[in-house]
């Protein structure tokens, strides 16, 4: 039986309830995606890969819907009309939000009509993805109580290669059981996951200084490490590494900021006098070695 606190247990009928339960325990939930872009996609093909079988995701650009569709016919995508909404929403046990963080107040009121508890139906688990947006703000925009369980995740690029490091946190109204779900889903492309107890945490890369414990920034800055060897791996042809940092860093995000950021500090000018600071150290180690031997 999950563990969930008295206040969630009138939502649900007997028979709602143990719908509910079996559905998560046998790690076939419903999970419909707000958004369809490269990790959200990421994220959908490895639940698939994983045996995830109730998968739908809501896309408004009509391209990318038929490039999805095409590329995963067994995963039902739908356009981001009141129809789409209701068609992917209306059962769905967790909700993904993975739309552009300028986007969400006006996604928001859409997803919690469709998705509109009553007194038979649990409220979904809400997964936001979408970088800089607090789970206050996402409640406000939805008209929900703060009863309404929401975990944000900081996902990173190198998930796209099932080499993920992601940061998470829960509010109060999400159980164990909903912290288990979340985390089977994430280890579809993540190798790390670690929960945080501050939200501002989740915006944050600064490790021990910003509050992780010392434990948890080592995990997530391994694997952070790992993932990013990997994806410079996967560099073919002519690309070089600057493309590929430039295709990985979205406009006016986060990791456009953290880049100026160094860039303003001479990153450049710093790696490149610690390079041939340890040339110049080598050439003079061999010279005093020869000054020895005379």
């Not at 419903?30 to 093909?45: K, V």
């Not at 703000?137 to 309404?148: A, H, L, N, V, Y």
């Not at 295709?247 to 160094?262: D, R």
Request: hydrophobic share 40%; charged share 20%.
């Amino acid at each position: 039986m999950f563990a969930r606190s008295s206040s969630s247990l009138h939502l649900l009928s007997p028979s709602r309830w143990l719908s509910y339960s079996t559905r998560l325990a046998t790690q076939q939930p419903a999970i419909t995606f707000i958004g369809a872009g490269n990790m959200a996609e990421a994220l959908m093909g490895g639940l698939h890969t994983s045996g995830f079988q109730r998968l739908r995701y809501v896309e408004p650009l009509e391209s990318r819907l038929l490039h999805l569709q095409q590329k995963y016919p067994d995963i039902m995508g739908v356009p981001a009309s009141e129809e789409g909404h209701e068609k992917a929403l209306h059962d769905a046990d967790v909700v993904i939000l993975a739309v552009k963080p300028h986007q969400l107040r006006q996604v928001m009121p859409v997803v919690s009509a469709a998705s509109t508890t009553t007194d038979t139906r649990r409220s979904p688990l809400y997964i936001s993805i979408v970088g800089g947006v607090t789970i206050g703000q996402m409640i406000t925009w939805m008209g929900k109580r703060g009863s309404t369980p929401v975990i944000r995740c900081m996902p990173n690029t190198p998930a796209l290669l099932g080499e993920g490091a992601f940061g998470l946190y829960a509010n109060d109204a999400v159980d164990q059981d909903q912290r288990e779900l979340t985390d089977r889903i994430m280890h579809a492309v993540a190798k790390t996951t670690q929960w945080v107890n501050k939200e501002s945490l989740i915006d944050s890369n600064a490790g021990v200084e910003a509050g992780l414990t010392m434990e948890e920034a080592k995990s997530l800055t391994i694997q952070t490490c790992l993932g990013a060897a990997r994806m410079a791996q996967q560099v073919e042809g002519d690309e070089d590494l600057a493309s590929l940092r430039r295709k990985v860093t979205s406009p006016n995000g986060t990791t456009e900021a953290a880049i100026k950021t160094m860039e303003a500090n001479s990153i450049r000018q710093i790696m490149k006098e610690a390079v041939f600071a340890a040339t110049h150290r080598a050439h003079a180690i061999s010279k005093e070695l020869d000054q020895e031997q005379e």
